[in-house]
């Protein structure tokens, strides 16, 4: 594994199958390994860890079981894709978009153990970051396409912090259920909005291919 792992610290937990791209760090703060999820990706664990992410427009949904000790979080640019029919099953293609994101965070879960009358949902992003762009408000389109969505599958919100004009950083511990947010106000608002613009772009140009790093 990475060398980010030293002797100092526990020993990380084993990773559930088909999560390998996905980084893990240390962090201190929490005293928890930390998985760190870009736009496109989506991570579910059954150990004590945290899953993070930074939301501009995009939309995360943190998912879990409480009574199976199991849960996840996806992060999602648009709602659907023009190319849905050709979609692969990576984990940094399909999951680009919402339809595809939400079902594969929840089908891993319910693979895992999870139990669909037992999930608990809370939503967080869709900020209006992103003002010059010509398109319609891409953060609201995620808003709706989410909410449509749960309630379309019987599944209710019971947390969300949606809209706004901030970006914001994401902390998830499943195995509480406890999120802290942050909602970064001053030079990171910028950063993110053409971070965002330029994924957009791409995601216009190659809607399957490439893997693009949006926050550091």
Not at 178 to 187: F, S
Request: charged share 30%.
């Amino acid at each position: 594994m990475s060398s980010i792992f030293n002797e100092d610290k526990p020993a990380p937990e084993k990773m559930l199958r088909g999560f390998s791209e996905i980084n893990r760090y240390w962090d201190r703060q929490r005293m928890l390994y930390a998985a760190k999820i870009l736009p496109g990706q989506y991570y579910v664990t059954v150990g004590e860890e945290l899953i993070v992410t930074v939301l501009g427009s995009c939309v995360s949904a943190c998912i879990r079981d409480p009574a199976m000790g199991i849960g996840g979080m996806n992060h999602f640019m648009l709602p659907t894709g023009e190319h849905t029919g050709k979609l692969m099953e990576r984990n940094s293609d399909a999951t680009r978009y919402g339809n595809f994101a939400m079902e594969k965070l929840i089908n891993d879960i319910l693979k895992h153990g999870g139990v669909r009358e037992n999930l608990e949902v809370k939503v967080f992003g869709g900020g209006k970051v992103i003002e010059h762009m010509t398109e319609a408000d891409i953060g609201g389109r995620n808003i709706r396409f989410v909410r449509e969505f749960l309630a379309t599958e019987g599944l209710r919100i019971v947390a969300e912090d949606l809209g706004d004009i901030y970006p914001r950083k994401v902390v998830y511990e499943p195995k509480t259920g406890k999120v802290h947010i942050r909602k970064l106000r001053t030079m990171h608002n910028d950063t993110v909005a053409k971070r965002e613009e330029s994924y957009k772009k791409e995601l216009d140009n190659k809607p399957v291919s490439g893997d693009i790093e949006l926050f550091d």
